[in-house]
């Protein structure tokens, strides 16, 4: 929530709470590293060894801005 203060003691409060959602498509040739930068962005790991991805995967994160 945002606080804003006024004159005096009292004050009033915002609450701030709206969503927006991005769709992120990343394409590139084969074994540069794109599965491997979303997991690391989504998951927070890195894995070594390589795992060739066939087709499509799809993954989601929550990030909270003002909080």
């Known amino acids: 929530s945002l606080?804003?203060?006024r004159?005096?003691?009292s004050s009033i409060s915002y609450s701030l709470h709206s969503?927006?959602?991005f769709k992120v498509i990343i394409i590139g040739s084969l074994g540069v590293?794109?599965?491997s930068l979303i997991n690391r962005f989504v998951?927070?790991?890195f894995d070594?060894?390589?795992r060739v991805t066939v087709g499509m995967e799809f993954?989601?994160?929550v990030l909270n801005?003002?909080?």
């Open 7 to 9: 004159k005096g003691n």
């Open 33 to 35: 590293g794109k599965t």
């Open 19 to 21: 969503a927006v959602a």
């Open 59 to 61: 993954y989601s994160k």
């Open 3 to 5: 606080l804003v203060s």
């Open 48 to 50: 070594k060894n390589y």
């Open 43 to 45: 998951k927070d790991v």
């Open 65 to 67: 801005i003002f909080g």
